[in-house]
C-alpha cells in the first residue's frame, strides 16, 4: 500500500506542462487546431510551467489582460508568439484610453498587461500599443520581460512597481508614450516622448543582457526597491531620462546615458543610489539632480567638463531607431558612443 501511494503522488507530481494556443480569430479550446481567441482564456487556463503562444496578427481586446497567478521557481510560465510570427496587442478599445484631463486611471485598468500578485512569468517578443499603460506591473517578482516594444501608449509604456524584486527587463524598446489626461499633450514624431512618469525606463537598451528597472510604489509606506539599470539610452523624451520616482531603496546605475530630454537627464530625489561612469548631455534642465544619499562617481558631471555633441562619435540616432537584428540586440552603431573611446555611457558595440 505504501509504495502504490508513492507512485500515484509521483505521478500527480509528475505532470507535464502544456502549451496553450491563441489567435486573433480563434474559437477554439487552446489547442494548435483549435485556438483561442482570448489571450485572457488562456491565461486563465494556465498553471505553472504552461506556454502560452500567441499567433501573429493584431489583438484587440476590449478590457486588459489580467495576471494575477503564479508559476514557481523551477516551472515558470510564459507567453510568446508562435515561432517567428509577429504579434501586436492593441489596446485602444480599453478604457483609459485617455482619461479626460485630470481623472486619474484606476489601478485595475491600468495596463495591456495588467501584472500583480503574479510571479515567475516570462513575456517575449510582444509588441504592445495604444494601452492605458503598456505594461503595467505591481507587487510582482521573478518576473522575465524580453524583447518587448511599448510604443504608443496612454501613460507609461512600461511601469513596474511597489514590492516588485528580482526581475529583468532586456532588449526594451519604450518610446511616443504620453499622458494626456495630466498634459493634454498630443503625441509627436520625437523618438521617445516622454520619460515614463512613475518608472525609469529605458528608450532603447543597448545590452543583449540589460536589466532595467523601476522606481516607486504607490503604497504607504513605500517599499524600498533595489535595482540595476546598466547600458541604457534615455534620449528626446518629453520629460526626463531616468528618475527614482519616490523609491527609497538603493538604484545601481552604470553606464547610461540621458541625452536631449526635456527636463533633467537624471533625477534620484529619495534613494539611496549609486551613479558610475553615466553620461547627461544637452538635457534642458540639467544633466542631475542628486539628493545627498546618492554617490556619483565617473559621471560626466563629476569630470569638470560640458559634455556637448562634439564629444561624441555620432548623435544619429536613426540605426538606433531601425529593427533590432536576429539576436534581440541593437545594429551596432557610433550613436553616443564618446570620441574619445572612455569607458562611460551605454553603448551598443559591446555588451557590458
Known amino acids: 500500500m505504501p509504495s502504490t501511494l508513492a507512485i500515484i503522488l509521483v505521478s500527480l ?22 485556438p483561442y481567441g482570448s489571450i485572457q482564456s488562456a491565461v486563465n487556463a494556465a498553471v505553472a510551467g504552461d506556454t502560452i503562444y500567441l499567433r501573429g496578427g493584431t489583438y484587440r481586446p476590449s478590457a486588459n489582460i489580467q495576471f494575477s497567478k503564479s508559476g514557481t521557481r523551477t516551472s515558470p510560465s510564459s507567453v510568446r508568439p508562435y515561432q517567428s510570427e509577429k504579434v501586436i496587442i492593441d489596446g485602444e478599445n480599453m478604457p483609459g484610453t485617455p482619461k479626460a484631463v485630470g481623472e486619474s486611471l484606476p489601478n485595475s485598468e491600468r495596463g495591456i498587461f495588467h501584472i500583480q500578485n503574479a510571479n515567475y512569468w516570462a513575456f517575449y517578443k510582444l509588441e504592445l500599443i495604444n494601452g ?53 499633450r498630443a503625441p509627436t514624431a520625437s523618438p521617445a516622448k516622454k520619460a515614463p512618469a512613475r518608472a525609469t ?16 510604489s504607490s503604497a504607504s509606506p513605500i517599499t524600498p526597491a533595489n535595482h540595476v539599470v546598466r547600458n541604457c539610452i534615455a534620449f528626446q523624451n518629453y520629460k ?3 528618475i527614482d520616482n519616490g ?3 538603493a538604484l545601481a546605475m552604470e553606464r547610461n546615458t540621458a541625452w536631449k530630454n526635456g527636463d533633467t537627464g537624471y533625477v534620484m530625489r529619495s534613494s539611496s543610489s549609486t551613479l558610475k ?75 557590458l
Open 132 to 184: 492605458p499603460y503598456g505594461i503595467y506591473a505591481r507587487d510582482a517578482s521573478h518576473n522575465y520581460y524580453d524583447g518587448l516594444s511599448t510604443h504608443d501608449n496612454y501613460e507609461t509604456g512600461f511601469q513596474l512597481e511597489g514590492a516588485s524584486s528580482n526581475n529583468t527587463v532586456a532588449n526594451l524598446d519604450s518610446y511616443r508614450n504620453r499622458d494626456p489626461a495630466r498634459t493634454a
Open 240 to 242: 526626463k531620462g531616468f
Open 247 to 249: 523609491n527609497p531603496g
Open 277 to 351: 561612469n553615466n553620461i547627461g548631455s544637452n538635457n534642458v534642465n540639467g544633466q542631475a539632480t542628486l539628493v545627498s544619499t546618492v554617490k556619483a562617481s565617473g559621471n560626466s558631471w563629476n569630470l569638470g567638463v560640458t559634455w556637448t555633441d562634439s564629444l561624441f562619435k555620432s548623435t544619429d540616432s536613426s540605426t538606433l531607431k531601425g529593427a533590432r537584428g536576429s539576436d534581440g540586440r541593437v545594429v551596432p552603431s557610433d550613436f553616443l558612443v564618446p570620441a574619445s573611446g572612455q569607458a562611460i555611457g551605454a553603448t551598443t558595440r559591446q555588451k
Open 201 to 216: 525606463s529605458c528608450a532603447t537598451p543597448a545590452s543583449g543582457t540589460t536589466a532595467t528597472a523601476t522606481a516607486s
Open 13 to 34: 507530481g509528475a505532470v507535464a506542462a502544456k502549451d496553450i494556443y491563441v489567435s486573433p480569430t480563434g474559437t477554439g479550446t487552446g489547442t494548435l487546431a483549435a
